[in-house]
């Protein structure tokens, strides 16, 4: 049975002091790029974060980055109204497609984006093992997650690859991005002609 009276108030207290909250804002910011441009300065604006004082932290915490990577980033505001940023290595699809030489996932259902080694996923996955929510994966378990990130942004894990075979699959694959965006295009004009 609960207590009642002060008793509660304090138990209640003391529940609540424990609760450990998530982080405050959860976004991807380009390395070294961080701006208080749209979309990033309007959402720290909405939550009270200064944003000079951000973009300054976070761009000085990225400057060993190639600039322009994806970087998911935590940030938490503290009670002294301080704030705490969280880096973490860029998202497991940059990693993949940037070892397939993709520029863009799936555009369709049967299609490959481009082909990765069982050697790209274990380089991948030591990368990424080293985020804080992989702590307690092994590497295995990993280059799991690697395979099946591959798998749902198009590319094809094989056991090997032969550059000149690759090499001529990009570019049938350039051709067929091309007439897709195309495609694409017209049916934009359509839509925008009929309003």
Request: proline share 8%; net charge positive; with cysteine.
């Amino acid at each position: 049975m609960p207590p009642k009276g002060k008793g509660a108030a304090k138990v209640i207290k003391k529940v609540v002091d424990k609760v450990i909250h998530p982080p405050f804002l959860k976004t991807n910011i380009a390395a070294g790029q961080a701006a208080a441009a749209p979309p990033l300065g309007p959402q720290l604006g909405q939550r009270g974060i200064q944003i000079g004082p951000f973009c300054k932290q976070f761009n000085d915490q990225t400057n060993d980055i190639k600039p322009g990577i994806p970087i998911p980033t935590y940030v938490k505001l503290n009670p002294d109204r301080s704030i705490s940023i969280t880096i973490h290595k860029p998202p497991t699809s940059y990693f993949l497609k940037m070892a397939a030489g993709a520029r863009k996932g799936t555009i369709g259902r049967d299609d490959v984006a481009g082909k990765i080694s069982l050697k790209h996923v274990y380089e991948i996955a030591k990368i990424k093992i080293q985020d804080p929510q992989n702590r307690g994966n092994t590497l295995q378990d990993v280059c799991k997650q690697v395979i099946g990130t591959a798998h749902s942004v198009g590319i094809q894990v094989v056991k090997s690859l032969d550059p000149e075979e690759y090499a001529e699959f990009l570019e049938e694959r350039e051709e067929r991005l091309q007439q897709f965006e195309i495609e694409l295009e017209e049916v934009r004009k359509s839509k925008l002609l009929r309003l």
